[in-house]
Nanobody, 121 residues
Framework: QVQLVESGGGLVQAGGSLRLSCAAS????????GGWYRQAPGKQRELVAI???????NYADSVKGRFTISRDNAKNTVYLQMNSLKPEDTAVYYC???????????????WGQGTQVTVSS
């Protein structure tokens, strides 16, 4: 019912930048926030950044000051601008949107397929 497509990952040198996008489509009635998680090899998935429906944001301490999350409500898209990338940022990045498909339904989290970000030293 709700499909998410991520884009923007890739290989970058340390100190470089990437911008991830996560577009939601399908039978969406409303979206109430979203965010990004990441999972490095051998590690648990961790929160990177979230944005609420009101536009409030929250970041992991490890990315504060370097990453910026934003949303375009008209496009049902969440972005993650990543600057000053470090090798420890290497991971698969997953986005989610919190959405409902019916007026009287409940919000559920829908996830993207993941996009690889690799930062070389």
């Amino acid at each position: 019912q709700v499909q998410l497509v991520e884009s923007g990952g890739g290989l970058v040198q340390a100190g470089g930048s990437l911008r991830l996008s996560c577009a939601a489509s399908g039978s969406i009635f409303a979206i109430n926030g979203g965010g990004w998680y990441r999972q490095a090899p051998g590690k648990q998935r961790e929160l990177v950044a979230i944005v609420t429906s009101s536009g409030s944001t929250n970041y992991a301490d490890s990315v504060k000051g370097r990453f910026t999350i934003s949303r375009d409500n008209a496009k049902n898209t969440v972005y993650l601008q990543m600057n000053s990338l470090k090798p420890e940022d290497t991971a698969v990045y997953y986005c989610y949107h919190r959405a409902k498909v019916q007026r009287w339904g409940v919000y559920s989290d829908y996830w993207g397929q993941g996009t690889q970000v690799t930062v070389s030293s």
